[in-house]
């Protein structure tokens, strides 16, 4: 069968930042079938952030080893990219200040992984994003959240930085402009409050 690219353009709304780490903070996610409990609200909290923060994809976040992340210099260093390119992601001091208390509490080794939930082989790699994708996305109105996140993250850079399209592209790994602008979706009220 052949693959239909739905493409999404849904955004966070106002207050669902709150909503979403509320549920975290709750412990726990009602699904159809039985509930899932986080295993910490750190790792849950932490993941979350960071990819709206960072504009990172999930398996390059659950991937990620303590010494990848230069916290001085403020960069992520990523090996393990959807396109197969190694990117250096720049921090902003909220995500930096989330890693930085966070491997402080659990005294991680550099070599540690920053999440649970990938066993470190290559195998495992599919079935931990599918499980991420389906247990792990807490939201009110969709289970997609971090997918989401996919476009909330690039929009922000655009909304919220005086950084060129370049920049940004180099943040988030797109390697066209026609890529960037799937995944940049600009609100309507937004752009109209920048006219005259």
């Known amino acids: 069968m052949k693959r239909v690219d739905q493409e999404r353009d849904r955004r966070l709304e106002r207050g669902e930042d709150e909503a979403v780490l509320a549920v975290i903070d709750g412990g726990e996610l009602t699904r159809k079938h039985k509930p899932y409990a986080f295993l910490t609200r750190w790792f849950c909290v932490l993941l979350y952030l960071l990819a709206l923060e960072s504009a990172m994809r999930l398996r390059e976040m659950y991937t990620l080893r303590v010494h990848q992340a230069d916290l001085p210099k403020r960069t992520i260093f990523l090996d393990k990219t959807k396109n197969g390119d190694k990117r250096q992601v720049p921090t902003s001091s ?103």
């Open 94 to 196: 909220v995500a930096r200040g989330l890693l930085e208390a966070y491997v402080a509490e659990r005294k991680l080794a550099p070599d540690a992984l920053l999440f649970p939930w990938w066993s470190g082989e290559d195998a495992a790699l599919s079935a931990t994003s599918d499980f991420l994708s389906k247990s792990c996305s807490p939201t009110c109105s969709s289970r997609r959240a971090l997918h989401d996140l996919q476009r909330e993250a690039p929009s922000r850079l655009f909304e919220r930085t005086q950084l060129s399209e370049t920049q940004i592209m180099k943040i988030t790994g797109h390697n066209s402009q026609r890529m960037m602008m799937r995944y940049a979706n600009l609100r309507g009220s937004d752009l109209a409050a920048g006219l005259w």
